[in-house]
C-alpha cells in the first residue's frame, strides 16, 4: 500500500518561508512524478509544480514562479516544496500527490496522479 505523507504546513507571516515535505512509502515506490497541489475550501484542487526526475521542473501560475522551488531527495524517497516571499493568497490546504510518467506530459489531469496524501495546512497571515 503506497502512503504520502506530507509535513511542514503552518502558520506563517506573510513574507516569511515554509518547507514542506511529502515522504512517500514503501521506501520501494518510485514514483516518476511527483507534483504539488493546493485547494482553498469551495474551490477546486490547483496544481502547484510538478517534478520528474532529472527534468526541469513545472510551476504554474505567475503567482508562484519565482517564490515555490519543488525539489526531489531520491534517497529518502521525498520531495519537497520551498516556498518563499508567502502572501495571504497562498493560504490553503497543500496536497503532495505521485504518479507514472504521464502525470508529468502535457495531457494530463489531475487524474493523472495516482497517490494522495492528506495533505497539510499553511495559513499565511498579515
Known amino acids: 500500500q503506497v502512503q504520502l505523507a506530507e509535513s511542514g504546513g503552518g502558520s506563517v507571516q506573510a513574507g516569511g518561508s515554509l518547507r514542506l515535505a511529502c515522504e512517500a512509502s514503501?521506501?520501494?515506490?518510485?514514483?516518476?512524478?511527483w507534483g504539488w497541489f493546493r485547494q482553498d475550501p469551495g474551490k477546486e484542487r490547483e496544481i502547484v509544480a510538478r517534478?520528474?526526475?532529472?527534468?526541469?521542473?513545472?510551476y504554474f501560475g505567475d503567482s508562484v514562479k519565482g517564490r515555490f522551488t519543488i525539489s526531489q531527495d531520491n534517497a529518502k524517497n521525498t520531495v519537497y516544496l520551498q516556498m518563499d516571499s508567502l502572501t495571504l493568497e497562498d493560504s490553503a490546504m497543500y496536497f503532495c500527490?505521485?504518479?507514472?510518467?504521464?502525470?508529468?506530459?502535457?495531457?494530463?489531469?489531475?487524474?493523472?496522479?495516482?497517490?494522495w496524501g492528506q495533505g497539510t495546512q499553511v495559513i499565511v497571515s498579515s
Open positions: 500527490a505521485a504518479g507514472p510518467t504521464y502525470a508529468c506530459l502535457g495531457n494530463w489531469s489531475v487524474g493523472s496522479f495516482s497517490y
Open positions: 517534478l520528474r526526475f532529472g527534468r526541469i521542473p513545472d
Open positions: 514503501p521506501p520501494t515506490y518510485d514514483p516518476n512524478c
